[in-house]
């Protein structure tokens, strides 16, 4: 078959699953599979593939076909201009969650100490490292699994030196006097009732643990805006990512455990992405 036959089946067999951007799909699956990129098909379509490309290609495509996420099929995500090792059972890093980032980024000074919760991949903890000087961080996650892989991806990424991860139900366990400049989350925050609705792509291949935020999604806002005061210094600051329709109802669990300067910060969509607040 010629790189144009490949791409066109390939696009045909996704497209009737119903997966978008069928064509960029595609091409994604035939760069994983050959390492040909989609210019070099545009320049050469009528080009042969080789029996082994072409079994390669077929076997990825299956697996998309099953909705399993492009990521976990090449194994790797970028996130903020980083790439980040993924498996599965551990939650997927999102372009949503680089508004966290930003947002917390613009709090920092060098030298900060940080505590980032649901840490996952350790994307936004070593994103928020390989972005600023002499800052360090803790990072907790109750799953095994996410702490092996956001250790694994600390060391890719050179930052090993200067992260802590401590497996646990949210917070470490204290340190005398152990204080943070800064904590980030991006706890989970759907409320069960509508997991089972969500697209197989998410509710098939993340972990539940990941997703699941109470019956009305808000529980883990809760549960760390009620002990968050313990781990920061005075004038801390605590920034999560909330739901696209979150904002108000987080920003008054902040408010009711004593944090001041709330706000709510939407991402390029318009959607409600993150709220933080500063302790006193």
């Given amino acids: ?12 067999r996704l497209r009737a699953v119903g997966i978008p951007d069928t064509a960029l799909e595609a091409a994604l699956i035939l760069e994983e599979a050959a390492g040909i990129r989609r210019a070099e098909v545009l320049a050469g379509p009528e080009r042969e593939i080789s029996a082994q490309e072409q079994e390669r ?7 998309r076909e099953a909705h399993e996420p492009f990521a976990l099929i090449a194994g790797r995500q970028e996130f ?3 790439s980040f090792a993924v498996r599965k059972g551990v939650l997927i890093p999102r372009q949503d969650t680089e508004t966290l980032v930003e947002e917390t980024m613009l709090l920092m000074h060098d030298g900060m100490r940080i505590l980032d919760l649901c840490t996952g991949s350790g994307c936004v903890a070593l994103s928020l490292l390989h972005y600023s000087n002499d800052t360090t961080a803790v990072a907790t996650d109750i799953s095994e699994e996410a702490i092996r892989l956001a250790q694994d991806n600390a060391e890719a990424l050179g930052l090993k030196e200067r992260i802590t ?11 005398p006097g152990e204080r943070f400049d800064l904590i980030t989350a991006n706890p989970p925050y759907i409320a069960s009732d509508v997991i089972e609705t ?9 972990p539940r643990a990941a997703l699941d935020g109470g019956q009305d999604g808000l ?3 809760r549960r760390i805006t009620a002990e968050a005061g313990r781990y920061l210094f005075s004038d801390g600051w605590l920034v999560c990512e909330i739901g696209y329709d979150q904002g108000d109802a987080v920003c008054s669990i902040f408010e009711d455990a004593g944090f001041r300067h709330t706000e709510i910060i939407r991402d390029l969509g318009g959607n409600d992405r993150v709220v933080k607040g500063c302790w006193y």
């Fill in 1 to 12: 078959m010629t790189l144009g036959q490949v791409l066109e089946e390939g696009e045909e």
């Fill in 57 to 63: 290609f077929e076997e990825l495509l299956s697996r």
């Fill in 80 to 82: 903020m201009g980083l």
């Fill in 165 to 175: 991860f401590r497996k646990t139900d949210l917070w470490p366990a204290e340190e």
């Fill in 198 to 206: 969500l697209a197989a792509e998410v509710r098939e291949y993340d």
């Fill in 219 to 221: 529980s883990f806002y």
